[in-house]
């Protein structure tokens, strides 16, 4: 199924984990992809040819840093340029830090609020213009389980998260008779870097082996006892980019085994 073919996308962080996997998934379904994401220069080199080859598309990478806002505006002048437009963009880049809030450093707060939630903003602002002018654009946050619910020790990241599906939830409402589309993915755990920082460290604290540490991270939240994969988010984006999925506007939708029913 190539029903992406002839579309560009830009996918932020998509040098690992849910990003890359769904950069995957958009040049499977034939888009042009712009990569974004911090990394070695040998290996993203790597990710460009391989995507390119396997999937038979073209691939550009921009390094923006997403908490520059003056970067992720050129980083789509950029993916125009280069590609021709930009029909497709995934905020996706995003970090972690737990803390008590009274002891959250500060200057994690907002480097968490800037790329997490504040990028978010600017890409949109920057890429929305000629979605609008050509009539067809889709515009995918992703957000997580801590979008729609809390747990202790991520107040930043908890309140970028809301705060990002609310921004989706206003950007669908100001396209909603247009043919743009902007919706939230909100995944639960899912394996990757960013989480296996969050086992590790369960496990020095509490002095347990990393599979008992992984284990006890999904009993306390996802149901399923299974991680969700960047492979089901890609698929899950590839659907909002579907026609099938034109009347799909606002909305955030958990891809969480469960854990936002409880
Ligand atoms: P990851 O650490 O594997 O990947 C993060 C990506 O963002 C990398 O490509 C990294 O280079 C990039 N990045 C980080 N800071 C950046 C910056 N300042 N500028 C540009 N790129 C930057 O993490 P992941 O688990 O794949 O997370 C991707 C998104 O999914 C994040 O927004 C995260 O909050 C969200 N999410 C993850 C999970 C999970 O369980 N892994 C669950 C819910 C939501």
């Known amino acids: 199924m190539r029903n992406l073919e002839g579309k560009v996308a830009v996918v932020t962080g998509s040098t690992s984990g849910i990003g890359l996997g769904i950069a995957h998934a958009l040049a499977r379904a034939g888009a042009d992809v712009m990569l974004n994401g911090f990394g070695e220069a040998p290996a993203i080199a790597r990710l460009r040819d391989e995507l390119a080859s396997e999937h038979g598309v073209r691939v550009g990478y921009d390094g923006a840093d997403m908490s520059r806002p003056e970067q992720i505006a050129a980083m789509i002048e950029h993916a125009t340029a280069e590609l021709g437009r930009v029909d497709i963009l995934v905020n996706n880049a995003g970090i972690q830090f737990t803390a008590p809030v009274h002891e959250f ?83 639960g755990w899912v394996l990757t870097p960013l989480v296996q920082k969050q086992i590790d460290d369960r496990a020095a604290r509490e002095g347990i082996p990393v599979e008992e540490a992984k284990r006890a991270l999904l009993a306390e939240k996802q149901p399923s006892q299974e991680f969700a994969t960047p492979a089901q988010i890609g698929a899950l984006a590839v659907f909002l980019c579907s026609d099938a999925a034109a009347q799909i506007r606002g909305a955030a939708l958990p891809v969480d085994g469960g854990w936002t029913a409880q």
């Not at 997490?116 to 889709?138: D, S």
């Not at 957000?143 to 989706?168: D, F, M, N, Q, R």
């Not at 950007?171 to 043919?179: D, M, P, Q, S, W």
Request: one cysteine or more.
């Open 105 to 187: 450093p500060v200057e994690r707060w907002d480097a968490i609020l800037a790329i997490n939630l504040t990028a978010a903003f600017h890409a949109i602002r920057a890429a929305l213009p000629q979605m609008l002018e050509r009539n067809w654009g889709r515009i995918v946050n992703i957000a997580s389980a801590h979008g729609l619910v809390a747990s202790v020790h991520k107040s930043a990241y908890v309140a970028a998260k809301h705060g990002l599906v609310g921004l989706t939830k206003v950007v669908a409402l100001e396209t909603a008779t247009t043919g743009v589309t902007c919706n939230a993915i909100c995944p």
